[in-house]
């Protein structure tokens, strides 16, 4: 079927606006300016103070979380906590370092690891503990942190999924001892790739030992900064076919980056790290200073979306509230998966990646939470309207 109609997605760009698009080409026609330049240090002081704690900037989240394991001397033999519903890259990481992961499991109603169910597999390998604010709900970390100092173990936030602005999550950065974050293409703001590691705390300060970095080759970093534009050519013809292919063409053509390399997706990571080049951080910084009103159009979603939820006798989580930026929202709903694909032909796609991407351990809940679940848009670019129609499409597909 033809649909001229801008696709509903979690993938095409999710951030990417016309002027993303122009400030990315700004800064793919400036190559001197790729690897170093003024941008790094604006988005490292703009973290530094807004989280009041010490950061250094990585060419995304995962390396983040990579140096600071290692930082923390995690080693063969130890154990770092996480939970059983995460993504590939985060098991990934500890891996690297020799450590195992240990699984916990999930509270169903905010898909986050508790004081519960961390506490029983707390050992004397265990060398830190993992929390992820999964799709933006905040973990509940000020009962992590009891636990924490009780056991004398450091506390790391996810952060990949919100970053918090003035009205809140409150609770957000303020218990853990590190937080990470990420700037990936879809994640809670987005410099096309990107991450950081915040060390908060007098505690922590100076105890950070910065790993050797690379630079990134200058074929990823235009390959990076043209994604906005390849996006935005793609998004409005996805429906008539021409998108696709163009997509398939770049990426045969190997224009696109990768999320994932395979290595990772068979559960590997390289111990190389990479400076965030300044251009990818330019766009960062830029989106840092849009945040809040990137959390506030996320709240207007998140409100729309838990209202159909009320008024069709949806299921959705007890931790959600009206309040919370998130970045995606989670229905549950009985075949979720031929869902997605009936939606497919009515230029709605559901696939979000995330989905496809999470490590689901033998824990209870995070089992039956894949099955059912069913994520809806909030980023930037999804319109009122597109959530609006999302919901009809849904009540009619769903009756
Ligand atoms: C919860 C969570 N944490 C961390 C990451 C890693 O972020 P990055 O892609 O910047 O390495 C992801 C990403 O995909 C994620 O979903």
């Known amino acids: 079927m033809l649909n001229l109609s801008s696709p509903i997605n979690h993938t095409f760009a999710p951030h990417v606006d016309t002027c993303y698009v122009f400030h ?11 690897r170093k330049g003024k941008e790094q240090e604006k988005l490292r002081e703009a973290l530094e103070q807004y989280f009041d704690a010490d950061v250094t900037l990585f060419a995304s989240g995962r390396e983040a979380l990579l140096a600071l394991l290692q930082s923390l001397k995690v080693k063969e033999g130890d154990e770092v906590i996480v939970q059983g519903y995460t993504c590939t890259v985060i098991p990934n990481a500890i891996h690297a370092t020799g450590a195992q992961p240990v ?3 999930i509270d169903p109603e905010t ?5 519960e169910t961390v506490e029983p597999l707390i050992s004397n390998r265990t060398r830190a503990i993992i929390c992820q604010h999964t799709f933006g709900i905040p973990a509940d970390t000020e009962k992590l942190r009891t636990l924490c100092d009780e056991y004398a173990i450091p506390l790391i936030e996810d952060c990949a999924h919100i970053i918090p602005d003035v009205k809140g999550p409150k609770e957000i950065g303020k218990y853990g001892d590190y937080l990470f974050l990420s ?7 987005s410099g096309i790739a990107g991450g950081a590691l915040v060390r908060k705390g007098p505690r922590m300060a100076g105890k950070f030992h910065m790993p050797n970095t690379f630079q990134m080759p200058h074929s990823k970093t235009i390959r990076l900064l043209l994604y906005p534009l390849i ?6 013809l996805y429906g008539i076919g021409i998108g696709k292919m163009f997509l398939w063409l770049c990426g045969k053509l190997g224009l696109l980056v990768p999320i994932m390399t395979n290595n990772e997706k068979k559960g590997h990571m390289v111990m190389t790290f990479h400076e965030i080049p300044n251009a990818i951080a330019g766009i960062a910084v830029a989106q840092f200073q849009k945040l809040q009103l990137i959390n506030d159009h996320r709240r207007i979603l998140t409100q729309l979306y838990l209202q159909a939820c009320k008024d069709n006798n949806w299921k959705t989580l007890d931790g ?36 496809g991407c999470t ?6 809940h995070a089992k039956t939470i894949e099955k059912h ?23 009619n597909i769903h009756q």
Not at 24 to 34: C, E, V, Y
Not at 111 to 115: D, E, G, Q, S
Not at 374 to 386: A, R
């Open 24 to 34: 990315a080409l700004w800064l793919a026609m400036q190559p001197w300016k790729w």
């Open 103 to 105: 699984y916990a499991d």
């Open 111 to 115: 898909l986050n690891l508790t004081k």
């Open 183 to 189: 700037f990936g293409r879809d994640k809670a703001i």
């Open 231 to 236: 996006y935005s050519f793609a998004r409005p």
């Open 320 to 355: 959600i509230t009206e309040d919370l930026p998130l970045q995606k929202f989670p229905l549950f709903i009985q075949n979720a998966d031929s869902i997605r694909n009936q939606f497919k032909k009515y230029n709605i796609h559901l696939h979000d990646g995330w989905t």
């Open 359 to 364: 490590i689901i351990t033998e824990s209870v």
């Open 373 to 395: 679940i069913l994520n809806l848009p909030t980023h930037p670019t999804m319109t009122n309207k597109q959530a609006q129609k999302l919901i009809r499409s849904l009540k």
